[in-house]
């Protein structure tokens, strides 16, 4: 018996609403946090066709070798179990009934239906014949494994002991004292900040590192995994915000892969919408990045359906995402943070699977919007683009300006001159990445311009308004061409305050002809910026001046990147990093 899927209940240690788990609670089938059950009231019924426990029948069967599917459940009391599959566009259809007697000795049933379904989502309904409980509930196989996986958990930290020690302890008291899983799972901290202790490492294996980011610090790990024959690796954040059903599956996935180069992205997930997807695999297309299944609402089965929809993906988030180690010809290109994972899935030939059930949550990208990271993302995207693509210069340049436009009429100027020396540096050619792997003067150079919209407790003054969205078509016609104002005689801008969420940019109808901007994170946190005509045109000059650089330097500077891509992402420039 090999389980390839367990069950998950609601937990007070997460977060997600419960119909992300079971469906139930009006039709008299409720949770226990405390004790991990769900109860049934006789005549009760609790659905499990949820993003946690239905069984996606298309990723295993298209990825996976599984002959025979079954299913195990403990508990009390006398039930109905119904399987069925729900299939997008298609009607719901039951496959099968049968009534059991439950007990804490697991009752095993054969689902035959397998071999004749092919897609869509399978999932059981419980209804209590009487008063019951559902103590623990698995599909598993009979078929054996294709692969003798040895996964390696790579987390890289960096002073943010509040999130990877809780991280820690959830891995080793959960995966880690199973035994199935700790003969084939072990977890790796690459601690750039040095500052774990060996009294809280837990399980782990504990590697202090230089700090050399996200790239070096998953570098090393990855370097490790390779020097003590791990067959696979799982990159993933340093606060494991995820079930940790979601690596059993992952690793159930690489053990049945029956496909050459199979890789699992996770899903993502937004903290403060715990049931919305913001990426589920991404593509690259042209210039921009697609963040795939963006906005789906995973407590909804049709939302679930659409979730599942086979798309091509680039690459994977490395808040999840496990390979083959020998499958990964290139390693990280040295970016420090951002882009690295991109790359990453642009310059190795990995099958990359999604799954519902697979994923976790993080913050709001937005929310952490500042100079060093509009610097660090501009750059390594163009990077992607020059070593990953091939998009010609002028869309570069292109999405180089859409950054430049955004930033200024949102009054971040700092952010817009971080833009500008993102290129710059680019410009400067491989030797500047072979001399900032520590990014230690690139972080020093950003951090003079960043004081503008560095966040801090905030008041709010009175008077400061919060507006709406809504606007007239006149507004909307004469802020189009007025450049949001930065076109208009200054007795058109009103010397007053408008409160904005924090984002990667302003909402423009909103700050229209407003000349201070209060920019307010989720922390009580924030600052303002200002209405100034002067540094506004002084971006777009700056723009257009590096921009004539970088278009004559292109071509041999594409050259350049194109011939140092094999090194900068080798096994011994990372191992002359680390170890000379």
């Known amino acids: ?131 019951a409980a559902i103590h623990s509930a698995y599909f598993y196989t009979n078929s054996q494994p294709q692969h003798d996986v040895k996964l390696g958990i790579v987390i890289t930290h960096f002073n943010r002991k509040h999130y990877v020690l809780p991280a820690i302890q959830r891995i080793s008291n959960t995966l880690l004292n199973d035994s199935y899983y ?82 699992v992205a996770g899903s993502m997930m937004r903290e403060a919408e715990p049931f919305r997807i913001h990426e589920k695999g991404a593509r690259i297309a042209e210039t921009g990045v697609v963040n795939l299944k963006r906005g789906l609402d995973m407590r909804h089965v049709h939302d679930l359906l659409l979730a599942e929809e086979p798309e091509h993906i680039t690459y994977g988030g490395w808040w999840h995402f496990a390979f083959r180690i020998k499958d990964a010809h290139r390693l990280s290109f040295p970016f420090f943070v951002r882009g690295d994972d991109m790359l990453f899935g642009l310059t190795n030939a990995f099958n990359i699977v999604t799954m519902n059930g697979i994923g976790g949550w993080a913050d709001d990208f937005g929310t952490k919007e500042s100079p060093i990271n509009r610097y660090l993302s501009l750059r390594a995207h163009i990077m992607c683009l020059i070593l990953g693509t091939d998009v010609s210069k002028w869309k570069m340049i292109r999405t180089y300006f859409g950054c430049i436009l955004t930033s200024s009429l949102s009054y971040n100027y700092s952010g817009c001159n971080a833009f500008s020396e993102a290129v710059k540096d680019i410009i400067k050619g491989p030797s500047f990445w072979e001399q900032n792997v520590a990014m230690t003067d690139v972080r020093k150079k950003i951090s003079q311009i960043a004081d503008g919209e560095k966040c801090n407790p905030i008041e709010i003054p009175a008077g400061a308004e919060r507006r709406s969205l809504h606007e007239s078509k006149l507004r909307r016609v004469v802020r189009l061409i007025s450049l949001n104002g930065f076109l208009l005689p200054a007795f058109l801008i009103k010397n007053k305050t408008v409160i904005e969420p924090k984002d990667f940019h302003a909402a423009f109808r909103r700050i229209f002809r407003y000349k201070n901007v209060i920019y307010l994170a989720g922390d009580n946190t924030g600052y303002e910026a200002h209405y100034d005509k002067k540094k506004f045109f002084a971006c777009l000059f700056e723009w257009a001046k590096t921009s004539r650089k970088f278009s004559k330097e292109f071509p041999s500077l594409k050259t350049r990147y194109k011939k140092s891509l094999d090194y900068l992402t080798s096994e011994k420039f990372w191992r002359n990093i680390f170890f000379s």
């Not at 119909?19 to 139930?24: E, L, V």
């Not at 566009?89 to 049933?109: A, F, G, Q, V």
């Open 1 to 131: 018996m090999h389980k390839i899927q367990q069950f998950i209940f609601p937990s007070i240690d997460i977060t997600a609403p419960e119909d992300m788990y079971f469906r139930g609670h009006h039709d008299g089938a409720t949770c226990s946090l405390k004790r991990g059950i769900i109860e049934i009231a006789s005549g009760g019924t609790a659905r499990f066709d949820t993003f946690f426990n239905s069984l996606s029948v298309a990723p295993w069967k298209n990825n996976c070798q599984i002959d025979d599917l079954n299913f195990g459940v403990t508990g009390k009391g006398r039930v109905r179990l119904r399987f069925a599959l729900n299939q997008l566009h298609k009607p719901h259809r039951w496959l099968y009934e049968t009534d059991i007697e439950l007990s804490d000795i697991p009752t095993n049933l054969a689902l035959d239906f397998w071999k004749d379904i092919t897609g869509g989502m399978l999932y059981v309904e419980v209804r209590g014949l009487s008063d």
């Open 182 to 263: 700790s003969d084939r799972v072990e977890l790796i901290v690459v601690d750039n900040s040095q500052n774990i202790l060996d009294t809280e490492k837990g399980k782990s294996t504990l590697i202090p590192s230089k700090n050399l980011g996200g790239s070096g610090g998953f570098t090393r790990g990855l370097l490790h995994l390779k020097d003590n024959n791990f067959s696979h690796c799982l990159f993933m954040d340093d606060d494991a915000s995820c079930e940790m059903e979601a690596i059993r599956r992952t690793l159930h996935l690489l053990q049945f892969a029956k496909i050459d180069n199979l890789a």
